[in-house]
């Protein structure tokens, strides 16, 4: 992170900053901001693709979040995700908590009148099971 927040307020705290997102911004997007509550064991959606890029926050309890190429992880609240959007598959978004709601809060950009997300079918899964870093 750079030190030009060194000046803040107090009580103003940059949490995460992802200086290459502009190259991932389709031409003409809108901003969305969106919040995801999942109930407790809540599996999320089925896999899926974003028309744009992501960057969110989880703002309670804890998600297990896999993206096409990446092992999945659990994040906290408190951490901050990106996904690029486009054609990278996200293939978990669940409440990995058994006994309490998760949620997080994402800003999405992407063109105006697409889709928050489009369900992959089946046999595209298939056909990039090799890209995926991890089964499950």
């Known amino acids: 992170m750079s030190t030009d927040h060194v000046q803040l307020p107090p009580g103003v705290e940059v949490v995460a900053t992802l200086s290459e997102a502009a190259a991932w911004i389709p031409d003409g997007a809108e901003a969305r901001t969106i919040r995801v509550t999942l109930a407790p064991g809540d599996p999320g959606a089925p896999p899926h693709r974003h028309p744009g890029p992501v960057f969110g926050y989880v703002t309670e309890g804890e998600i297990l979040f896999e ?70």
């Open 67 to 136: 993206l096409e190429g990446q092992a999945p992880r659990v994040l906290k609240a408190g951490d901050a995700l990106f996904e690029p959007g486009g054609d990278v598959i996200h293939y978990q978004g669940a409440n990995h908590l058994p006994d309490a709601q998760s949620q997080l809060v994402v800003t999405m950009f992407a063109p105006p009148g697409t889709p928050i997300l489009t369900v992959v079918s089946a046999q595209e899964l298939e056909e990039r099971r090799h890209l995926r870093a991890a089964s499950s």
